[in-house]
């Protein structure tokens, strides 16, 4: 089933379940919010489910429309928001463009960072901006939610814990990060709201393209309405959602709600390098700095400039028959130093 | 006026109002949860100050034995939890013991770790601690909470914004922290779930020892039944709440129960040095790590052990006439792999 909290004047939203094909919704008036119903999921997941069912069948009065507009994020706020670094080629790339070495360690032992998950943009909420110098950035990754994991969780119990799936837009300030990483405590301000899908989905919604807990589907990026990536969020995850859930559980237990993020989807090229743009028939890139980097690498210096007020980003993801599954995260850049 | 969440079967436990002297509670009905009147918090405040007042005169039928035993942490998971180290000196300390240079620009801007805050512990809750080769650690603090914060705010809006504030044992895994500071994107494994106070109280509560934002008593921790340490929570903080909180709204809007620390309380002594032990006529320390590090400064090993199975730890702050503020937290460490 596919889930939305839709808008309603309150900070979570109201659950609603969608249909397949993202056009009506239906409130779920026993579990009134998203995090109402991972609470408590085993019997919240028959209730959705039994909702879902009247819904493809028609049998329901008191359905609406279903418009991305107006959606929260599917968790407008959570109690965990952790981001892994699963395509490591992303961060090698990172590394080799400023001349630095990576760990060999990174290829078995996961990157992660705890994000700010007390206020997330919705799918079409503007970026508010407030320094364009700041080096604004979008990421597209795939994020799960969880139930309940227990501390020391194998990574086969950690991929039953799995909820639901979405997009995520992990907004980043590059030129923030230098100096923060430098400080040594990881991302703060450098990581503003991330942006999730308008829907989260249950794993069997995604049929043969959930398989070893990962998504074996493209991961469609546009800036300003031109394709700027399309990499395989399937291809080159070194670490699968069960193997970043069990790394966050080794000295806690996770709470039902928790994200659990991807980090910006990534492939190699079939040389092993770090491909092309889309414009020169590649797969291109999830982000700005991606392609910044492969420019740094092939001609000495970045030619694609970062995010900048009035700029659009847009998130999607279509299944085999060209049907978006999450809806797309469609924002657009707002200089908020003057809101 | 003092507020705990107590034990009910339910995450978030049951929003009680506690007298003065913490014997007695009163249940909330109108906002069962502390997040409910965070998110409401003009409306709530005026209904929590009336349930204040009629307890403490006595007016109230209905109110039940207050036993610290009962409680959740306040805010049992929360929807940011966000750690600054305000005590330089702590942090020079373990930058000195390490033979590192610390940057200067320590001293004007904050460093502030992103936590976990999906599940906090209560203040009498077991410390679960699977492998004592991991080095855990307490560390006393100060946290406040904060009602909705804009993106931007100064200190003095900020400091405004403070609602609550409690103590907390940022419970640390010190062995695992080289490592996971090496990858760059700061503490996660390392930094367990954090213990609160029973109770979180009003800014009004402190009197005169809240002052500047920032909290001037004793914080008094406890191992095994003897003091540790008793440095002044107002000394030596180079950064005042309302700073702590201004730091983190640079780049993004903060949400209503957002938690701020102040870092492990740390004191220089007269001298500048880093102090001595209670047993030598000392004001000690508010973490093992602390004085490990001034153990390896003056004689190039450290001789007290980090905790385990067993271990006690407490931490309280007393007012002008020695009554405990928010209640102690009283912590035993558990050995959870054979649990």
């Known amino acids: 089933m596919k889930l939305a909290s839709l808008r309603n004047g309150r900070r979570d939203g109201a659950l609603h379940v969608v249909d397949r094909d993202l056009t009506r919704a239906l409130p779920c008036q026993a579990f009134p919010t998203l995090q109402a119903a991972l609470d408590d999921w085993d019997e919240a997941a028959i209730m959705l489910q039994r909702l879902a069912d009247e819904l493809r069948d028609g049998r329901r009065e008191g359905t609406l429309p279903f418009r991305a507009e107006d959606c929260l ?3 407008p706020r959570a109690y965990q928001w952790a981001d892994g670094s699963a395509y490591v080629n992303h961060v090698a790339l990172v590394r080799q463009a400023r001349g ?6 990174f290829w078995y032992d996961p990157l992660m960072y705890q994000g700010g ?9 503007p970026i508010p901006l407030k320094d364009p110098d700041w080096g604004c950035d979008f990421e597209a990754e795939v994020a799960v939610v969880t139930g309940d994991v227990p501390m020391g969780a ?8 799995i909820r639901l799936i979405m997009l995520v837009n992990d907004v ?3 030129n923030l990060i230098p100096g923060e990483l430098a400080k040594g405590f990881g991302f703060f301000q450098s990581k503003p709201a991330s942006a999730f899908s308008p829907v989260a989905v249950t794993p069997d919604e995604l049929g043969a393209a959930w398989a070893g807990a990962k998504l074996a589907l493209p991961l469609l990026s546009h800036l300003n309405g031109t394709l700027f990536g399309r990499p395989d969020a399937g291809q080159d995850m070194i670490f699968d959602f069960g193997q970043l859930i069990a790394h966050a559980t080794k000295t806690r237990d996770l ?4 994200i659990i993020g991807s980090g910006t989807v990534s492939n190699r090229d079939a040389e092993g390098g770090p491909g092309r743009k889309v414009s020169e028939g590649g797969r291109g890139y999830a982000c700005i700095a991606e392609q ?4 740094t690498i092939r001609n000495g210096a970045p030619a694609t400039p970062f995010l900048k007020p009035g700029d659009r980003v847009r998130i999607e993801m279509l299944d085999g028959a060209g049907k978006s599954i999450f809806g797309a995260i469609d924002q657009v850049v707002t200089d908020s130093a003057s809101a």
Do not use: Q, Y
């Open 73 to 75: 994020a599917p968790l």
């Open 255 to 258: 709470a039902a709600g928790s």
């Open 100 to 105: 630095a070495e990576m760990p060999e360690s």
């Open 292 to 295: 910044r980097m492969v420019e």
């Open 172 to 174: 980043s300030l590059r």
């Open 154 to 161: 194998t990574p086969a119990e950690a991929t039953e814990a």
């Open 117 to 125: 998950s007390d206020r997330f943009l919705g799918p079409c909420d």
